[in-house]
């Protein structure tokens, strides 16, 4: 510090290196002497050898700087006496407060003494009382045991009953015949079922009796059940409207039901079987005859006995009636085996468990299977079987009296169409379509009958053809008849998809017969006339079937047979030209003989038929034929119906007569070049003076077609 005592403030650190005294052994030297000599130079050191960095020393400035402390001589002076003033009364402070803490913490130990002792009071109270009701506590905690046991086993016994027992009012709705049959019946018997399912539980235990018990119950009510449901649903079946067989859906539901009875479920279809059957019956008597079965009019109904006088119509009425009555049948009942058959068979399959003797008709190893559709089929066969009946024997009547082939025919064309709609309706096997196809082969039988009679009264015209050689007239009804059973089958529905096939057997009855006896009368008939008059018959015969798609196979035949007779009237007409034109002997002498062969033309001169004589006569016998040659040979075949025909048959007889003349003609003029070839003259040692055969037969091929075309 300064002299003036005005210098810096100077607090003491730690930091701060203190002179202190020399260590012994080091001489004193005037320089250190001089350092403590003087005291600025001491405070310098002092300051310069404090450390700023220290946090004690910094936060003492910190503090200073915040008491706003001046820097003046008196300030400096009792600074350390203020802050050690401060201290003494922060310490005077601190004990004060601690002796109020020691005050509050002797009050705290009394009253934690009291709180001891008065815990010790209660529990001597308490461990007093405790040993006074100990007894009486283990006589309650059994009495809650047993309680709770109690209540245990009430709940068992509850949820036993309601499971396992049926209440009154559940027997009553299923035993009772004064209940209805309703949705509580069902409930009921649904729980019933569900008790003897869940009884093989209680059969599992070492002690079966209440399982049998229970079971032997609940079957009993369960049969009672099914015989008060099977009841009432033959009740139901006697009041529901038979016309109109709309099943409501509690009948439905009581079938569906019933269906684990298998014996009672089918005993339930046969009386609905048998009562639809009696219902259908006596409305087809009244469609019939307008009359019910009781023999009340009906004025309302036109009776389709009015057409028994057209058999084709009164029999169609029939079968339509009996269509629609069957059609109708099987929608009503549609609803119960199809949108419910999933239903039906699985409560049959439950059934044949309920009902062990079904199992022994089944065949073994084989598993059941129900089919809803077949089971309808089946029903509704059964419900139109007194229908079937009725039907068989009305129609089997008008076949039977009916004496027209085509008629014949065409009631066998209209059993076949009811026959595959039948099948397509009802499936292959049921009593209405064995009757319907039953009716369909009687009516084939009958035809095929007349067909036969009709045949056999022709059998004496079969000898006499007309002298025109046209179609008999046996033959042209026969062809009128068979056109009309050809346009009745060709709008009708086959049963095969070759129908050619299918329409043979009926050619062979209507048509293979007079065919057969028109070949008959042609063979006797002489030259060309039995196979003009073949001719004639199978054209009439293609043209009547031609137009039918399903009798193509038969037309070829019949080309095939014209074409075969048209070559033979060819080889007549051939015969003709050859015969009549005075060449025959000419051509059979030259035929075999070839052209340019010089042996060959050696031997014509030696032929009778070349002979000067012979061949001048043929010359003027052909030049004699030629100029009617074609008129003649169309007169020939003039009782061809077919013009065309006639002319192309007789062209082509023509052209082979006159390829046959134009090698006559080769020949000719080949011999003829080589005779005139001989240096002599002659060939052979004939003279010269021989006419050449030019000369003897001038005609060419030419002048032969022109002619003949």
């Known amino acids: 510090m300064a002299a003036d005592g005005t210098g810096p ?5 730690r930091d701060r290196m203190s002179p202190g005294p020399p260590s012994p052994g080091i001489p004193l030297t005037s320089g250190y002497a001089a350092r403590t000599a003087n005291p600025l130079s001491t405070k310098l050191t002092s300051v310069l050898s404090t450390s700023y960095v220290d946090s004690e020393f910094r936060e003492a400035l910190a503090l200073l700087d915040e008491r706003g402390v ?3 001589a008196e300030t400096r002076r009792r600074l350390r006496l203020d802050v050690q003033k401060e201290v003494i ?4 402070e601190i004990i004060a407060e601690f002796g109020r803490v020691a005050e509050q913490l002797k009050r705290i130990g009394a009253t934690i003494d009291k709180l001891n002792k008065n815990y010790q009071e209660m529990k001597s109270h308490v461990t007093a009382a405790h040993e006074a009701t100990s007894s009486t506590l283990e006589e309650a905690n059994a009495l809650m045991t047993q309680r709770r046991n109690v209540e245990t086993k009430q709940q068992l016994l509850k949820a036993f009953r309601e499971h396992f027992v049926l209440s009154d009012d559940e027997v009553a709705s299923l035993t009772s015949t004064a209940e209805p049959v309703d949705d509580r019946f069902f409930a009921a018997l649904s729980k019933a079922k569900l008790i003897r399912k869940d009884c093989e539980i209680l059969l599992g235990f070492e002690n079966q009796t209440l399982g049998l018990d229970v079971m032997e119950q609940t079957s009993k009510n369960l049969n009672l059940a099914f015989q008060k449901l099977y009841r009432w649903i033959q009740k139901e079946f006697k009041t529901l409207n038979l016309e109109n067989p709309q099943i409501n859906s509690s009948v439905r539901r009581a079938l569906r039901v019933l269906a684990e009875r298998p014996s009672l479920f089918q005993n339930c279809l046969d ?15 009244l469609a019939l005859t307008g009359t019910s079965a009781s023999g009340a ?6 009776p389709i006995e009015l057409a028994a006088h057209d058999p084709l119509r009164y029999v169609g009425d029939m079968l339509a009636w009996t269509h629609s009555a069957t059609v109708s049948e099987r929608e009503a009942l549609e609803v119960l085996f199809v949108s419910d058959g999933n239903e039906i068979a699985r409560g049959m399959r439950e059934g044949r468990e309920n009902e062990p003797w079904q199992l022994m008709v089944d065949d073994a190893g084989e598993p059941f299977e129900f089919d809803a559709t077949r089971a309808l089929n089946d029903l509704v066969d059964r419900d139109v079987s007194g229908v079937a009946r009725i039907l068989r024997q009305r129609v089997e009547q008008v076949i039977q009296t009916n004496e027209e082939t085509i008629l014949a025919y065409k009631l066998a064309n209209l059993l076949n169409f009811y026959r595959l709609t039948f099948s397509k309706l009802l499936g292959d096997h049921s009593v209405l379509l064995e009757g319907v196809a039953h009716l369909e082969s009687e009516a084939l039988r009958q035809f095929r009958s007349l067909m036969r009679d009709h045949i056999a009264t022709l059998q004496g015209e079969f000898q006499h053809p007309t002298s025109d050689l046209r179609p008999p007239d046996f033959f042209q009804d026969a062809l009128e008849q068979l056109t009309a059973i050809m346009k009745t089958y060709e709008t009708s529905i086959s049963s095969t998809d070759d129908r050619e096939a299918d329409f043979q057997p009926i050619m062979a009855e209507s048509f293979d017969p007079f065919m057969s006896g028109c070949e008959y009368m042609s063979k006797n008939m002489s030259g060309p006339s039995g196979s003009i008059f073949l001719i004639n018959c199978l054209l009439a015969a293609k043209a009547a079937i031609s137009p039918f798609d399903f009798a193509q196979q038969r037309v070829k035949q019949l080309q095939s047979a014209i074409d075969e007779h048209t070559r033979k009237l060819v080889e007549s007409q051939y015969s003709f030209f050859r015969t009549e034109s005075a060449l025959e002997p000419l051509l059979t002498s030259l035929g075999p003989l070839r052209e340019k062969n010089k042996e060959d033309v050696t031997k014509m001169r030696q032929l009778e038929a070349l002979r000067p004589e012979a061949l001048t006569a043929a010359s003027q016998d052909l030049d004699d034929f030629l100029p009617s040659a074609v008129m003649d040979a169309m007169e020939n075949v003039k009782h061809l119906q077919d013009a065309r025909l006639a002319r192309e048959i007789t062209e082509d007889a023509a052209d082979r007569f006159c390829a046959d003349f134009e090698h006559v003609e080769a020949m000719l003029v080949f011999a003829d070049e080589m005779a005139a070839e001989q240096p002599d003259g002659s060939a052979d040692g004939i003279r010269d003076e021989v006419p050449s055969f030019r000369t003897l037969f001038p005609r060419t091929t ?8």
């Open 9 to 13: 403030v100077t607090l003491p650190s």
């Open 70 to 72: 001046t820097n003046s």
């Open 89 to 92: 009364d922060s310490n005077g």
């Open 271 to 285: 009386f609905f079987a048998e009562a639809r059957e009696h219902i259908l019956s006596d409305s087809f008597y």
């Open 297 to 302: 009019k009906d004025h309302s109904v036109k």
């Open 702 to 709: 030419g002048e032969i077609r022109v002619l003949l075309s």
